[in-house]
C-alpha cells in the first residue's frame, strides 16, 4: 500500500487553485452515465449528494434513519466558523488555517487545511442563500460570536441549533434533487460491505432495515460520509445509531484507516447518572463563557456547593492556566477535570463531575442577561438532571464526543481504494488531534458542498471503468459474506445481550483508551478486546431473525465492528509514544503534566492497512510537513 | 419505582397488534423514558423474546426520531420534550402507562411503536426549498435581514419532522408540519421567489398525502417540543389564499437559441 | 376560474369557505339577536319590527336569505367533507387520547353543529313558516292587525320544551361561535401573530354576546317580563 497524498505542488495558498485547474473535468452530457453512491445523509453527505446531483450524476443516496433529516450533525449547537472577518478583528483564511494547524497540535495536513479554510467563506454564503436563519444584528447583518477558545469572533450560529439548520439547509436541498430526479434516496437502509472490484470501489451491499432485504447496489464510485465511531465508547455524546461499520467494512477492503485513536473528549457533558445511562448529552462549550469552573479543594467534601467557602473551592482551571482560564481547549479541560476527580475531589454522584458555576456571572451580569444567553441550555440541564442551575451550580464532566481519526485520503478525499471517497467526520483529514470547535460543520459542508463534487470529477474523468453488473462474481460473493454474517449473528443465541457486551467495551476503552492512557493500560486492553470479542461471537443473544425489522440485530453487526475497531485504536494508542492533541500519553507529560510531543518520530499520520483477521494491522506513516505553520508547543498557560 | 406497560406491540406493517402488558421494575427517576424501555428491552431479550421497536437515534431531543403516544399524549405529559428528553420522575410508582405508535392514515406502523413518516419527506419535496444549486451565491450580508425577521424564520425553522403535531391532531393534520416550512422561507427574502409556488404545491403535497384538514383545535402546538405556534397556520393559509387566487399556469418558455 | 376549482379541492379551501360562510352567519346571528331584544320593548314595537322586514324590505330580505342558504348550504357540506377527511386520516384511532388544550367548544363543533342544524330547521318551521306551531297562535294577528310574533314568541317559550330546545340550542350557538369566531379569522390568516395563539377575548366577547343576546328572550318570557 502506497500513501499517495496527491498535494499539487504549488504555495499552499494556491494550491486549490491550480488543483481545481489541473483536475480532468467530465462533460456536462456524459455527467448524468455516471452514477455514485453517497452512503450517509448528514452535513457531508447531503450536502455531496444534492451538488453531486445539480452536476447531473445520477446518485444513490443511503442513510439508516428514517429521513435523511436525522442525521446526527443535527446534534450540533455551537456554531460553524468561517474566516469572513465580518467583525473586523483581523481574521483571514490564512489566520483560521493557523488555529486549525495549531489546534490540531500539528498532526494535519496542511494543504487540506488551507483549502478548509479558504472555502469556509463559500459555505456561509451558499447557506444564507438556502435560507438558513443565521443569528443577525438589528442591522440585518449577520452575528458572530467567539467560540471555543478562539481569538477572533468568527463563528455563525442559529440560536443552539446550528447544526440542525445547517443539515436543514443540505437536506432541502438534496430533497430537492430527489424531487427532480437526480437522486433516489434509500432511507432505512444500512451499508453491510463494500463491493471492490478490480482494485476499485464498484458498489456496496446494504440492507433494508424494514424488510431485512440484502442487496446490491453498483455505481462508478462510492462516498462515505458516515461519521464518526465514537460509539465505541458505548457513552458518548454520538446518537445511538452512530456507527463505524460502514468505514469498518471500506477498511477490511483494503481502505487505509488513519490515526485511529485521536479521539475528542468534550469538557462539558452531563455526568453519568447511573447504570441505566444510554447516551451522554452535550451541554455547549459557549456556556465556559461566563461559568466557572471548580471543584471542592478537599478531597471526600460532600457538603453541597453553597455550603463550600470560598477559600476551600478550588477554580482549578483559572488556577492552571491563567491567561485562558475557563476558556482553554478542550482537550486540556476535559484532562484536568479528570485529574481533580482522580484526586477524589469530583462532586455528585460517583465523584465523576465537577461545578460549572454561574453565581459570579449572575451576580455581575443578572439573571436576565444569563437566561438569555443561556436559557435554553439552562431549561435542558434541568430537564435532565432537575437541578436549577440559576440556584445550583451546573454538574459536568467530559465525554466522547468526536473523533479526528478515520479513513485515510488523499488531497482529492479519496481512500486508498481508488473510487472510494470519504468525507466529513468519516476521513481523517483536517482536524489533526484535536479538533476546534464550530470546525466540524464546517469541515463536513466544505467537503461535501465545494470539494468532493470536484474531485470526483477527477476520478471519474481519468480513469476509464468496465461496466459491472449484479451478477459479477464479485457483487455475488460480498453479498454471501454479509448474508453469512448476519445468519451467524443470529445462530449464536448465548446468553448475553449485544447492550451488555457494548457497554463492557465501552468500560474498557473509557478506561484504558480514554482521556489519558498508559502503556500497561493499553496493553491490558488489547487482552482483554479479542476476549471480549470472542465471548460476542459465542455467547451474544440477537432474537427475531433477518427478515424483518430487527433492531437487535442491527446493533449487533455494529458491536461487532466496533470490537475489531476498539483494538486498532488501542494499537495505534500504544505506537504513538507521545502526547498530543486529544491523545494524552501519562509516560509523556512535562514536568507540569502538560502534553509532550515528539515532532522528532511521530509527525506523521499513521495509516493503518487491514492484514486480515488474526494478523496485525500494518503501519503505514504519511510524514507531515509543516512548511507554513511552524511547529511550536501549543500553550495556554 | 414500579409500573406497568401496555404496549402495542405489531410485527409488521398491516399485521395485526395488540396491547402486550409489561412490568418495569426497580425504574429510577433518573432515567429517560427511552432507558426505562431500554432496560425492559433487556429483559425481553434475556428472556427470548422480541423486544419493543421504537425509533429513537439522537437521545437529546433534536434528531425527531423518537416519539410515542405515552397514556394519550404525545411525547408524553411534559410540555416542550421529545420522548427521549422525558424522564422518569414526571411519574409516580404504580403508574400504568399505555404507549401507542402515532397513528395516522399516512404514517404506517412499521413495527410496535416505529411508523414511516415519509410523507413529511415528500412534503418538502414538493418545494420546501429555496431552488438554489451549490455555486458562488451573493456574499451572505449582501442580504439584509432584521434581527426580528430572522428570529421569527428561525421560530419556524425550528421544527424537527417528529411527526407530534399529526399524532396529536385530532383531524390527523399536519398542518403544523407544512405551515413551518412554508413560514420558514417565506418569512425570508431568500424565500420570496419561491414563496406561493411553494405553498400551493407543499398544501397539494399535504392533501395528497391523506392528512386530514386543520380545525384549530391547538393539540398540534402544545404537543410540539419545540413550541411551534399555529400562528403560522394562519400564515400558511394567508400564503395559500393568496397564491391561489392570484397564481398563474406555468409555462414552459422555450427558445434556447 | 381554475383557482377556485383548486381551491375548493384543498382542505385549506375547504377551511376558507367555511370561515367566510362562517362569518356572514356570524354576521346574520348578531343582527338577528339585535332585532330579538326588541322584544323587551313591547308588542307594538316587535310585531311593527317584523312588519319592516316582511313589508317595506321584503326583496332584500330575499337576498338576505338566498345568501344565508347559500352560506349553511356551504357550510354544511365543507364540514362534512372535512369531517370524513379527518376519520379517514386516522383509520385506526387512539386508545387513548387525551385532549392537552382543545376547549370544549373546539371539540363540540361537529355534533354541536348538527344540532345548531336541527335547530335552525325547526326554528324557520316554527317561527318563519309556521308549519310547527306548538303554541297555536301563529296565524294570530295583533291589535294593528299585523302578524302577531311578539304573541308567538310568547306563547311559545311558555311551552317548557320549545325553551328548553331553544336555550340549548343558544348555549351551542355560543360554543361554536367561540371556536368558530376565532378559528376563521385564522383560517383566513387576518390573525396578527400572538405570545398566546390559544387566547380568543374578542370570539370569547362575540359569543358571549350572542349567546346572552338570544336567551334573555325565553327567559324573560318564563320569568314574566316579557308577557
Redesign the interface.
Known sequence: MELKSRVPSAPVAEMWDRHKFEMKLVNPANKRKYTVIVVGTGLAGASAAASMSELGYQVKAFCFQDSPRRAHSIAAQGGINAAKNYPNDGDSVWRLFYDTVKGGDFRAREANVYRLAQVSVNIIDQCVAQGVPFAREYGGMLANRSFGGAQVSRTFYARGQTGQQLLLGAYQALEKEIARGGVTMFPRTEMLDLIVIDGRARGIVARDLVTGTVSSHLADAVVLGTGGYGNVFFLSTNAKGSNVTAAWRAHKRGAAFANPCFTQIHPTCIPVSGDHQSKLTLMSESLRNDGRVWVPKKAGDTRPPNQIPEAERDYYLERKYPSFGNLSPRDIASRAAKEVCDEGRGVGPGGRGVYLDFADAIKRLGADQIAERYGNLFEMYERITAENPYRVPMRIYPAVHYTMGGLWVDYNLMSTIPGLHVIGEANFSDHGANRLGASALMQGLADGYFVLPLTIGDYLGSNKLEPVTLDHPEVRATEAAVAGRTSTLLSIRGHRTVTSIHRELGKLMWEYCGMARTADGLRHALQEIPKLRDEFWHDVTVPGTGAELNQSLEHAGRVADFLELAELMCVDALHREESCGGHFRVEHQTADGEALRDDERFAYVAAWEYKGEGQAPVLHKEPLEFENVHLATRSYK | MNLTLHVWRQ???GAAGK?ERYEARDV?????F???L??VN?G???A????I?F???????????CGM?I???AHGP?KM?TTC?L?M?SFKDGDEL?L?PW????FTV??DL?V???A??RI???G??????????????A?????QE?????DA??C??CGACVA?C????ASLFTAAKIS??GL?P??QPERYRRA?RM??Q??LE??????????C???CPKGI???F?????????RA??T?R?ERAVGGTG | MRWLVELYRSTIGKKIIMAVTGLIGIAFVFLHMVGNLQVFIGQNKFDAYAALLHGPLAELLWVARAVLIAAVLLHVLMAWQLTRRARAARPVDYRMREAQVSTLASRTMRWGGVLLLVFIVFHILHFTVGAIDPAGVFHDTDALGRHDIYGDVVASFRIWWVSGFYLLAMAFLGLHLFHGAWSSLRTLGVARPSDHPLHRRIAAAVAIAVWLGFTLVPLGVIAGIVH
Open positions: 410485527p409488521a406493517a396491547f429510577s427517576p433518573e432515567m429517560s427511552l432507558e426505562m431500554d432496560v433487556e425481553l431479550i434475556a427470548g423474546q422480541a423486544p421497536a425509533d429513537h437515534d439522537c437521545r437529546e431531543g433534536i434528531c425527531g426520531m403516544m397514556s394519550g399524549a411534559m420534550t428528553q424522564h420522575r399505555w401507542e397513528r395516522a392514515r399516512a412499521v413495527r416505529v414511516d413518516r415519509s413529511f419527506d418538502i419535496q414538493a420546501g426549498f429555496v431552488s438554489v444549486n451549490t455555486g458562488s451565491p451573493q456574499d451572505a450580508n442580504i439584509p435581514i432584521g434581527k430572522a428570529d421569527e424564520a428561525m425553522a425550528a424537527i419532522g396529536a385530532p383531524n390527523g393534520s420558514h422561507l425570508l431568500q424565500g400551493l398544501v397539494a399535504m392533501d391523506h392528512f386530514g384538514g386543520c380545525t384549530l383545535f391547538g393539540e402546538q402544545e404537543a405556534s399555529i400562528d397556520i394562519a400564515r400558511m393559509n394567508r400564503d395559500y389564499l391561489a387566487a397564481a399556469e
